[in-house]
């Protein structure tokens, strides 16, 4: 018999010993709960270290109270006790470092925005935490065949959202484009998190020059401030300069009450 490796990922600990003690009661599934997005991490680091991959995590919408999508990615190698993860980012850093492992966001209520954020992170499926076992089953044994599972009543909610978030990004695309490629480069750094001095000895320009070019940024993507800027960027697809120079990191302010530094 093929067994299928589960892991519980809920801040929650009598929901998430109740349900992964139920979940270990069907004779082809093994279940281990972590309480935390660090602990999470370090159970599938662990797993791999040891051969025997997890094959579907099933993650609280709501881990470590904080509002999904609101932060970068984390991956799986900077899980720690000191940093909070929360479940969307979870999920889009288990997709990252480990593409194998199925994940499936578990949920107080439907809400279309957020299901959106989850697929996007890379989630195979939303389910309501109120569902019957036999329904998480169902969604568990799917998305290992590569299905993507919502409940009905959220498809239409999703593909809206869904549908809004490319156009915004077709969007976000189109003003990249029309910056030059040197000011694509103060872009990068931006999205980096450097301050014009950093940014000034990373492409060899005077703090002058990259002040130029980080206004003619701002025009050109249409916002006012180096904060918006970046989340555009992030639209597009646009990521940081890499590597970073951790000196460059340490004392450089990017945006003083909206203004460049």
Do not use: Y
């Amino acid at each position: 018999m093929v067994r299928i490796r589960v892991l519980v990922v809920d801040d929650h600990r009598i929901f998430a010993e109740s349900l992964a003690a139920a979940l270990a009661a069907e004779p082809d599934v093994d279940v281990s709960a972590a309480g935390s997005g660090p602990a999470a991490l370090r159970c599938l680091e662990r797993a791999v270290a040891e051969g025997r991959r997890f094959d579907v995590m099933l993650v609280d919408a709501d881990l470590g109270g904080n509002v999904p999508g609101s932060r970068p990615a984390v991956s799986v190698q900077e899980g720690n006790e000191d940093g909070l993860v929360d479940g969307i980012s979870l999920v889009a850093g288990v997709r990252s470092g480990q593409p194998g492992v199925r994940t499936v966001v578990l949920a107080e209520k439907d809400d279309p925005r957020r299901a959106a954020l989850a697929l996007q992170a890379g989630a195979s499926g939303w389910v309501a935490k109120d569902c019957s076992l036999s329904r998480l089953l169902t969604v568990i044994r799917g998305v290992l065949r590569d299905e993507t599972h919502l409940p009905p009543a959220l498809l239409t909610g999703v593909l809206r959202e869904l549908t809004a978030a490319r156009k915004h990004r077709t969007e976000s695309e189109r003003l990249v484009e029309s910056l030059t490629p040197r000011e694509r480069e103060v872009l990068q750094c931006m999205v980096a998190g450097l301050g014009r001095k950093a940014v000034a000895e990373r492409l060899f320009l005077s703090p002058h020059t990259v002040r130029t070019h980080m206004q003619n940024v701002l025009g050109k993507l249409g916002v006012h401030s180096t904060l918006a800027a970046v989340a555009l960027a992030r639209r597009a697809g646009v990521g940081p300069v890499e590597p970073v120079p951790r000196q460059a990191l340490a004392g450089d302010v990017v945006e003083r009450g909206g203004q460049l530094a």
